[in-house]
Structure formats: structure tokens, C-alpha cells
């Protein structure tokens, strides 16, 4: 799905280039969250380019319960996306990790 150069940027984490940076954060969100869930409410696809307008669902490790809404930006050359970035509201989320006394950037091994 990902180009193994993909880069990908995203509200609460650094801007990350490669299979193996993208494998560290889904690990990150794996270990973060106990639930983590990306609804697609809609999808418009434009020649190499693509928007997901989504809806995000997740429960921290800490048991938090988070809800924001936001977009996806895709760009796509030979059938693989090159770059992403994410859009959405992070408060829910900065809200949730303070009160655990933690960051997302600490979630992902970052400090």
C-alpha cells in the first residue's frame, strides 16, 4: 500500500520517511492505545490524489476515550501512496494523554 519512501506527516507526531518509520508508529499506536479506529465517512479520488474525510474512535492504554473528526491526504504514484498527511482535531487526544500524565510523542518513543 505505502511506497517503501512514503512520507507522512500527521497532527501529533513528527513527520516520519519509509516502511520501517511507518511500522514504528503503528507499533507506537499498538502500544498506545487499546483501541484505535479510522471510520471513512467519505472518499474523493482525484487522478493521483485522494481525500478521506474520517471520523477517529480510540481508548488510550490508559483507558481514555477519544473522538475527533478530520481528513486524510493521499498522493499515489504506481499504485502506491508516496505521501500522507493527516488533518484532524487533537485536542481530544492532547486531553487524554494529559491526563495520563504523558504525550503522544512519548506514546511513540519520542521525547
Known sequence: MFD???????ALSPRTK????????VAAIKTGFRSFRNLP???????????VVCRLEAVT???AAI????ANFYQISGGRIIYMSSY???TPFLRAFADAG??????????
Do not use: C, F, M, W
Request: charged share 35%; no cysteine.
Open 61 to 63: 492504554a490508559a483507558g
Open 67 to 70: 473522538e475527533s473528526t478530520g
Open 88 to 90: 484532524h482535531d487533537s
Open 18 to 25: 519509509g516502511k520501517d518509520a511507518l511500522r514504528e508508529s
Open 4 to 10: 517503501d519512501n512514503a512520507v507522512v506527516e500527521d
Open 41 to 51: 465517512l467519505e472518499v474523493v479520488v482525484e487522478d493521483d490524489r485522494a481525500i
Open 102 to 111: 504523558t504525550t503522544p510523542y512519548q506514546q511513540r518513543g519520542a521525547t
